[in-house]
DNA sequence: GTCAATCATCTTGTATGCAAGATTTGACTA
DNA sequence: TAGTCAAATCTTGCATACAAGATGATTGAC
């Protein structure tokens, strides 16, 4: 049990926040966090701190850590920011993916091609995580796809809000699907573009969505 | 003492990383850098995890934090991520910079050629920093703009090494010019495309002098 | 009855203490 | 003489303690 609490309570929080049980603007309190998890407020600390860096959590100084609750111009910008670096990706990934590459991408969108299937938004979550994670993985540039995953992890609380829009998650899959044609065909451009679109479109129709998360965030926060 | 401890510590730690006092691979102890700042060791841990997190300090599980070496192959895909978002970051300021952009843009390239007439290298790393932060800044995308001047710092200390290379500062700035051109004319395209190339030229041309570092650094480390 | 100020309480930020893993040193063996 | 194993030492990781700022409640004044 000793030497991996921190790592064990970064990745618990994360995936609290990820997930969306931890819900943006809630604030996340050193000593509770600290009894539910049986350790000291030392790793807990530790773990805050981790997750401020990574853009999960907003630590005010005095005051304490809040799972961060990105504002409408934030969140544009950064589904902007998102959508240049996985268009980036797509242009190097058409340039320099092996064929265990290709194989990785019809795999995961086949994983999504199940969920829609199933018509289980839910499952499409991961499944769409993954597909454009293989994206970066193609790339062959390591920092590239950690930089494209860190940016994703920060942003899938509010795309898991972005698939609640009626017929989201068919429209997304079908992006998908001439993202994966332009790959595999080696049109590096077009994928770029393709990518470009499919991720910003997710930004811009976040407006009413938004302010209907902000209000319910600011619930949470004054009632915890 | 005050609440300030922290912020105070990682900003000292950054800038001695950033200006190359304390090199890449160097050990960074703990209860000795506590003694050096007058303070106990917890908040130099937060600061320490804060400087791991935004990717200058790399701490190994129960064997300390060192200043992050990169790899060869990191630097160069470091510099290809950073040769990416930089090409975004133009193509968005041709779209929407204003006037006061191109005044700061103008400015900040008027201070890099006081630097080259003078010669003065040691005066070129800031100028030079601070032409590509406007850049950044002209894109009125604020988390971009933290997200490339992150980045920018993480390769600081490889920067410093690469304008040893003689003649590399004149080109530059050269270089530096045929940017400023681009984006001043509205060529999104031209400037992306002059930006991309300034950048990854640096790391191609790292080879050498990684080795070289890596070595030092091993010395260093060894012998600290 | 409402607003403000002061005081009590709560929470964070930093210091210190302690145990377990890592490193180093020294002795012993091949 | 070189290599290996073990013990002592050092360093980190977590727990606990304490002080200062923030929050909230209560009381007093208008």
Redesign the pocket.
């Known amino acids: 049990m ?7 309570l970064r990745e618990a929080l994360e995936d609290d926040i990820v997930a969306g049980r931890l819900r943006p603007g809630q ?6 966090l ?1 009894e539910r998890f ?9 773990a805050l701190i981790q997750l401020a860096s990574s853009g999960l959590v907003e ?7 809040f799972v961060l609750l990105l504002g409408p111009r934030e969140l544009i910008e950064s589904f902007e920011l998102m959508a240049e670096i996985e268009a980036a990706c797509a242009r190097l990934a058409v340039r320099r993916m092996g064929d265990d590459d290709r194989e990785a991408l019809k795999s995961a969108h086949h994983a999504c091609a199940d969920a829609v299937r199933a018509g289980d938004t839910e499952a499409y979550y991961p499944t769409n995580a993954a597909f454009h994670a293989a994206i970066y993985a193609a790339t062959g540039n390591r920092v590239l796809a950690a930089e494209a995953l860190r940016l994703q992890r920060r942003l899938q609380p509010y795309r898991r809000l972005q698939l609640r829009v009626p017929r989201r998650m068919d429209a997304s899959f079908a992006e998908h699907e001439a993202i994966l044609s332009a790959l595999l065909a080696g049109d590096g451009e077009a994928a770029a573009q393709a990518v470009h679109a499919h991720v910003l479109v997710q930004g811009e129709r976040f407006m009413s969505l938004i302010t209907a998360l902000q209000d319910e965030a600011e619930v949470v926060a004054r009632a915890g």
């Open positions: 000793r030497g991996e609490a921190t790592p064990r604030r996340l309190d050193e000593v509770g600290a049986n350790v000291s407020r030392t790793p807990i600390r530790e630590i005010r100084p005095r005051r304490g850590a």
